[in-house]
DNA sequence: CCCTTTTGGTAGCATGTTGCAACCGTTGCA
DNA sequence: TGCAACGGTTGCAACATGCTACCAAAAGGG
């Protein structure tokens, strides 16, 4: 068989974070969970996406734990696809790739879509990794560690 | 034409975003290019991709500005890999990813691999998004401004 | 009620992409 | 010099994606 690879098996967080978003559409699908969208149809004219693929990734989404199907708020008989707090969870994520994109794909000035305070409506604060004790943390000030407790704490990766 | 949908042209940030990455391998290769790899048999035997993917993908990354190919630091006749400033600015979405993961798709107790602090191996402090004057959002408290939309997707039975 | 429109999907098809295995020129090294 | 490792390329089969057509149930208007 030559299905696609999975990564749900793996020892890296990322790797099943990865794993567990499915593809791109669904991380649109979040953003937009994010920005108020809950029904099928708002989903799908804000995307522009498919409808056999907006059901796909409606549903393993839904199974993922991500979103969830709840009945429809207006008292209708459809139903509303909303985010767990699981799905709440990946707010940094996407403020991360945000960031990521206005600072790289933009040119200065030119108009995007800007995720603001709603109290002040100003821009956010660019996102910070830090250490537990609060030092601000660039790439190679971190290194990975496998297998955190019952191995030997090997600082490099060589298999 | 049945390509994939690129979303280079979006007006949001994170479309952009998803577009420049191309794929979750590539997301994958930056993680490890983040851990220290740098050649193209480190990332094949640490990613277990196919040769033609890896390929592909470095090429991608390599034009999309997130990688750079430079000659082998050992002195050897190959080349390597390495982060531009563009690609380590991806950190936090690496992180926020782990984070994620690290939260959600393992058992308490389960192994697996920990990015630390290199200064006193401890686990790094979870991302905050917070506003411009520091105070932490939380998905609600924050809205997004739309930007005139210039061309609006659609898909359309009727004409 | 009856008719129409909207909503939320399925089904089928063409094409693109992925994964695998085989192959191949270069480079490194003993 | 010989041989293994490196860094790919090529070809193929299976799978995923995108598009269009179609459809049933629910709203909505008169």
Not at 14 to 40: M, N
Request: with cysteine; charged share 30%.
């Amino acid at each position: 068989m030559v299905t696609r690879t999975r990564f749900d098996d793996s020892d890296c967080p990322v790797a099943r974070s990865v794993d567990a978003i499915g593809d791109w559409w669904s991380l649109l699908i979040v953003r937009d969970a994010f920005d108020g969208s809950r029904r099928f149809g708002e989903f799908q004219r804000s995307l522009g996406v498919a409808k056999n693929i907006l059901t796909a990734r409606l549903r393993t989404l839904v199974a993922g734990g991500v979103l969830e199907s709840v009945p429809a708020s207006d008292g209708s008989a459809y139903r509303e696809y909303v985010l767990t707090p699981k799905g709440e969870a990946l707010f940094p994520v996407i403020v991360a790739l945000r960031q990521w994109g206005e600072e790289n794909f933009f040119a200065p000035g030119e108009p995007h879509s800007q995720l603001v305070d709603r109290r002040q409506g100003h821009r956010l604060r660019a996102l910070e990794v830090r250490s537990a004790d609060g030092r601000r943390l660039n790439p190679d000030d971190t290194t990975v560690h496998k297998t955190p407790v019952h191995k030997t704490p090997t600082q490099r990766s060589e298999p």
